[in-house]
């Protein structure tokens, strides 16, 4: 019998180490006779892994259970405030930061409206942000052990910034710059797949296999998740969904193309028809918060406009469907606050639109984290490459 060589034992002890902190991540309170139970995992081997993991914080004993004959067990539990984590959601016109502890409950949150897009601006409101949500933090054995931020553009397997049109940024390396400053492992992300993977893992998409998150937001964007995965294509720019084309000889698109669907389907798009319809004062700025207010009011100009961009949203949610046959499409960002007024032009369109054997297999769904989907995604990815580093990944990291 071939006997283990000392680096398979350290990777056995890694793998073993591991699977016992799920478990109790994942199931806790438990027991060690439970872990045991549940993992395959002989008895000595759970003592001693729960032991390294208690004495590195990353677990902690909370009492004892119901016994069922004899000594009482011990419950474990996933200490989640060993540390914490910064999520930052960069839209075009606001930017969100949420610090969260390991198990991504918000501790503290702040957005702000940018008034520019350019890179220094934004990047000071980033540092900014960043360092009120770092003051925020409680005293933890491992401090801030990352930072996420979600950007709208497409970002490479390098995690460098290749394009953002709606900022007008064209390769710029904002991990780069934020790591220099903080010496904090920065994780970037297009904000669109963070938010996919905050409602896989947290929201709407829990335990769906294969799901679209759309993105609406100033722009549109697309996480892709087939069986469990997050689909990000070869050089990482899957999802630009926001650019494909609904009208053939539509508006020009700062992207380049002509007729995308972001332009008829957006926040942006609905900003843009307020105004030309004179919705707004003279002395009002576009915002949201306004015309939620007016739908709730019954204005029926406003009440037209959101039908309208539902049936646009409908639209490209047909050829979505089309392409992909998922299990479920969530729809989340800002836009996620009219699912009232868009539910039905929606339905109604994919109704009129799509193949009942399509219509019958996919649901529709809004985000079950509302505006945090982006800024909560990136806390877990940045949570993920903490734990990846020390030897505690899951099965399923992806980042």
């Known amino acids: 019998m071939k006997r283990l060589q000392t680096g398979d034992q350290s990777l056995v002890k890694q793998i073993n180490k591991s699977i016992v902190f799920h478990t109790v991540k994942n199931k806790g309170p438990i027991s060690r006779a439970q872990i ?55 839209g075009v016109n606001y930017i969100l930061g949420v610090l969260t502890d390991l198990s991504g409950n918000v501790i503290y ?15 000071n409101k980033i ?35 290749q394009l953002a049109p709606n900022l007008k940024w064209y390769n710029v390396d904002l991990k780069q710059v934020i790591e220099e400053r903080y010496s904090i492992p920065v994780r970037i992300e297009n904000e669109a797949n963070a938010g996919a993977h905050a409602e896989h893992l947290y929201g709407a998409g829990k335990n769906i296999a294969n799901q679209i998150y759309i993105s609406i937001g100033m722009g549109i964007g697309t996480g892709i998740i087939v069986h469990n995965q997050l689909y990000k294509g070869t050089l990482g720019f899957s999802g630009e969904m926001g650019h494909f084309t609904i009208e053939a000889n539509g508006r020009k698109c700062s992207c380049g193309n002509r007729g995308c669907w972001e332009l008829y389907a957006s926040e942006s798009a609905l900003l843009l028809a307020a105004e ?66 868009l539910t039905n032009p929606i339905e109604r369109i994919i109704d009129e639109r799509l193949a009942n054997y399509f219509k019958e297999s996919t649901e529709i769904r809004f985000s079950a984290l509302n505006y945090r989907s982006t800024a909560l995604g990136a806390t877990s990815i940045a949570i993920e490459h903490f734990l990846s580093e020390i030897g505690l990944a899951g099965h399923s990291a992806q980042f």
């Open 36 to 90: 045991s139970t549940e993992t395959g995992l002989n008895k000595a081997t759970v003592s001693t892994m729960v032991s390294e993991l208690i004495k590195e914080s990353f677990i902690q004993e909370i009492g004892a259970g119901k016994s069922s004959g004899g000594r009482k067990p011990v419950l474990l539990y996933f200490h989640q405030n060993a540390g914490y984590a910064i999520g930052i959601d960069l």
């Open 109 to 123: 949150e702040m957005t702000e409206k940018l008034k520019e897009t350019t890179f220094k601006y934004v990047t």
């Open 127 to 161: 540092f900014t942000m960043i360092e009120s949500l770092i003051q925020n933090a409680p005293e933890s054995p491992y401090g801030i052990v990352g930072i996420g931020i979600g950007v709208p553009g497409q970002v490479d397997n390098e995690q460098r910034i």
């Open 276 to 341: 030309q319809n004179q919705i707004l004062n003279a002395n009002q700025e576009a915002d949201l918060d306004i015309l939620l207010e007016e739908a709730r009011n019954s204005n029926p100009q406003v009440l037209q406009l959101l039908n309208t961009l539902g049936e646009n949203i409908g639209v490209g949610i047909v050829n979505i469907i089309n392409t992909f046959n998922p299990e479920a499409i969530i729809i989340g960002n800002r836009i996620n606050r009219f699912k009232n007024w």
